[in-house]
Nanobody, 127 residues
Framework: QVQLVESGGGSVEAGGSLRLSCVGS????????MGWFRQAPGKEREGVAS????????YYADSVKGRFTMSQDYAKNTVFLQMDSLKPEDSGVYYC????????????????????WGQGTQVTVSS
């Protein structure tokens, strides 16, 4: 049974930082693409960042480049999203997702085709 469990969300003032974690289990972690997505109320879900586990290559949405960093702890099947210089527009529910046995190609498309999703964790940035 595949499980993705996120943690680390919370409330912070603009300019602050948060670190999200996602622990994966029940699938071949080493051959996956892992992604972070977010959804704000009344808005469509958008891709934030992704990492191709086997190579460690990372990809970012333009809106977070230079502020967010995605990384992994391979031994613990865990990916992280370090979020710095947070803005109110970064607020939303953040979801971890896994795409199995494929690259991160088109990870940020409107239909990103990730196979499994976590339950989400709320991030609120106040101005």
């Amino acid at each position: 049974q595949v499980q993705l469990v996120e943690s680390g969300g919370g409330s912070v003032e603009a300019g602050g930082s948060l670190r999200l974690s996602c622990v994966g289990s029940g699938y071949a972690y080493s051959t996956s693409c892992m992604g972070w997505f977010r959804q704000a109320p009344g808005k469509e879900r958008e891709g934030v960042a992704s990492i191709y586990i086997s190579s460690g290559s990372t990809y970012y949405a333009d809106s977070v480049k230079g502020r967010f960093t995605m990384s992994q702890d391979y031994a613990k099947n865990t990916v992280f999203l370090q979020m710095d210089s947070l803005k109110p527009e970064d607020s939303g529910v953040y979801y971890c997702a896994a795409r199995l046995l494929r690259s991160c190609w088109r990870w940020d498309s409107p239909s990103p085709e990730f196979d499994h999703w976590g339950q989400g964790t709320q991030v609120t940035v106040s101005s």
